[in-house]
C-alpha cells in the first residue's frame, strides 16, 4: 500500500488524518512527531512517501521550513500539504496550503489532488466486505452506530458480530482483545465512512483546545455540540457528557470574549461549514453577553447562566432545519414526521429537563431555557412572549431572534441597520427598548 508522510506532534491530530487516509484515499500513514524525525525517516526509505502532511510550525519546530529546504537538496520530488491559519509566503508550486487542521474534507481532497487520486480512482477500487479497521481506533469510541464484527477463532473466512449497533463500548473490552491477539476489528463495507466520522469526531473533541487557532476551535466546538447532543439523547448526562459540556461553554466563552466583531466572527464560522446550531449558540452567546455587560442588573454569576443556556438551549434538536423552526407556521411548512414535529415543539421543555440531572447546574438556567420560544411552558412557539419573564430571560428570548435575523441572511448582505429595523419591529414595546438599543451598539462592521 502507497504512504502518506505525517508530521504531527498532536497524538489526536495523528489519529484523524490517519484514519482518513486509510479510509478515503486507501493509503496508509506513517507517522513522525518532528521535522527532524521525517527527515531521518526519508533518508532512510526505499519507497519515499506520496506526499507529506504537517502543519508549518512543531513547538519551536519551523517544521514546514526545515522539510522544504531538505527536499529542495535531495533527490526526493515530494508535495507537501501545510497546514496554518494565516496566508503562506514561499510556498513551493508543487504544495498546498489547508488553514484548519480540522478540515479533514479538504485536507483529504488537497492531498489526493497532489498526488493523482481521483474520486473515479476510489469509486472504482474494489473493497473487501468485511472491512479491517486498526483496533486502536476503536479506544476513541463511547458508542456505536454501525455492528462491529471480528474474525471467527475457528474459521478465519467466517465474521461475527462482536459489538452491535447503538452499543456502548467499554475501553476495557477493546485492550481485553488486543490482549488476545486482535489488531483488526471489522465493519461492513458500506459502513466505514459512518465509522470514520464517528471515531474522527470523538478524537476531536478530545483535543486540547489550547493549541488550536479561532478557525480550529470553531469547527471544535461544533463538533462537540453536535456529539453531546447525539450523546444526551442516548443516555443523558454521563461524567464524560459533563465534562463534555464544561469544555464547550469554556470554548463558547472565550470565542465570544476575544471575537468583538460580529461580521468577523460569521466569517471565520463560514470559513469552515459550521452548522447553524453552532453559529446559533456562538452568536446568541457574544450577543447577550454584550447586553448582560451594559445593563444594570448584569454580573458575573448572570452571565454564567447565559452562557449555559445558550449553548444547551437547543441540544435536543439534532438537525439544523430544526432549529431554524421558530413559529408554528414554519414548523406545518416543514411537514415533519409526528415523532420530528414533537421533538421540535417540545424542545425547549425537553432541554430544561435534562439540566436537571446536571450537577451545579446554574441557579434558575432551566427557566431561561424552558422559556427561550416565549412559551411558560416550554411546548411551542409563542406569538409574543410572556410577560412574567426576568430580564435574563427576556434577553435571551431578544437575542435569539436577533441571532436568527442575522443568521438568514447571506454575510455578504448583512445590513446591521436593517436587522436592528426587524428586531425593533418585532419587539416594539418599551420594555424591550433597552436590550435592542444595546444591541445596536454591538457593531457589525
Avoid at 302 to 307: R, T
Amino acid at each position: 500500500m502507497n504512504t502518506i508522510l505525517i508530521i504531527e506532534s498532536n497524538p489526536h491530530l495523528e489519529a484523524i488524518w490517519t484514519l482518513n487516509l486509510r479510509i478515503y484515499m486507501h493509503v496508509e500513514a506513517v507517522c513522525k512527531q518532528l521535522g527532524e524525525f521525517g527527515i531521518k525517516y526519508l533518508e532512510e526509505v526505499e519507497t519515499p512517501p506520496l506526499a507529506i502532511i504537517t502543519r508549518k510550525d512543531h513547538k519551536s519546530e519551523q517544521t514546514y521550513e526545515t522539510i522544504k529546504k531538505f527536499l529542495n537538496k535531495s533527490k526526493f520530488d515530494i508535495p507537501i500539504v501545510v497546514i496554518h491559519p494565516k496566508k503562506m509566503e514561499g510556498l513551493r508550486k508543487k504544495d498546498k496550503q489547508v488553514k484548519n487542521c480540522l478540515d479533514l474534507n479538504t485536507i483529504m481532497k488537497s492531498t489526493s489532488k497532489l498526488v493523482g487520486i481521483t474520486a473515479v480512482d476510489m469509486a472504482s477500487k474494489v473493497v473487501e466486505n468485511y472491512y479491517p479497521i486498526p483496533i486502536n481506533f476503536f479506544k476513541n469510541l463511547s458508542y456505536l452506530v454501525c455492528p462491529i464484527y471480528i474474525n471467527d477463532i475457528d474459521d478465519p473466512e467466517k465474521y461475527i458480530v462482536k459489538f452491535s449497533s447503538g452499543e456502548k463500548l467499554d475501553s476495557e473490552a477493546i485492550s481485553k482483545l488486543i490482549e488476545d491477539g486482535y489488531s483488526n476489528l471489522y465493519v461492513l463495507k458500506f459502513d466505514r465512512l459512518r465509522i470514520t466520522n464517528s471515531i474522527s469526531e470523538e478524537i476531536i473533541v478530545k483535543l486540547d483546545a489550547g493549541e488550536l487557532s479561532t478557525e480550529e476551535k470553531l469547527v471544535y466546538s461544533d463538533k462537540m455540540l453536535g456529539s453531546l447532543g447525539k450523546n444526551l439523547l442516548r443516555q443523558g448526562f454521563d461524567p464524560q457528557s459533563i465534562i463534555q459540556a464544561k469544555n464547550l461553554m469554556d470554548q463558547v466563552k472565550k470565542v465570544s470574549a476575544k471575537e468583538g466583531k460580529l461580521r468577523k466572527l460569521l466569517n471565520s464560522m463560514l470559513s469552515n461549514d459550521a452548522s447553524y446550531r453552532f453559529k446559533h449558540v456562538q452568536l446568541i452567546t457574544l450577543l447577550g453577553l454584550k447586553v448582560i455587560g451594559k445593563s444594570d442588573w448584569g454580573n458575573d454569576t448572570q452571565e454564567e447562566k447565559f452562557i449555559f443556556a445558550a449553548t444547551m438551549h437547543d441540544i435536543t434538536l439534532t438537525k439544523d432545519s430544526w432549529a431554524k423552526i421558530h413559529s408554528i407556521k414554519e414548523l406545518d411548512n416543514a411537514k415533519l414526521s409526528e415523532k420530528d414535529r414533537n421533538r421540535v415543539l417540545n424542545h425547549a421543555n425537553d432541554a430544561a429537563n435534562l439540566i436537571q440531572d446536571f450537577p451545579k447546574a446554574p441557579m434558575g438556567v432551566e427557566n431561561i431555557i424552558l422559556k427561550h420560544h416565549g412559551a411558560i411552558n416550554g411546548k411551542g412557539f409563542a406569538d409574543y412572549p410572556s410577560t412574567n419573564l426576568t430580564p435574563l430571560e427576556l434577553t435571551f428570548y431578544v437575542v435569539e431572534e436577533y441571532a436568527r435575523i442575522i443568521l438568514s441572511r447571506p454575510i455578504k448582505d448583512l445590513d446591521q441597520e436593517s436587522a436592528i429595523k426587524e428586531l425593533e419591529e418585532k419587539f416594539p414595546t418599551s420594555r424591550f427598548k433597552k436590550i435592542t438599543e444595546i444591541l445596536a451598539l454591538v457593531k457589525i462592521d
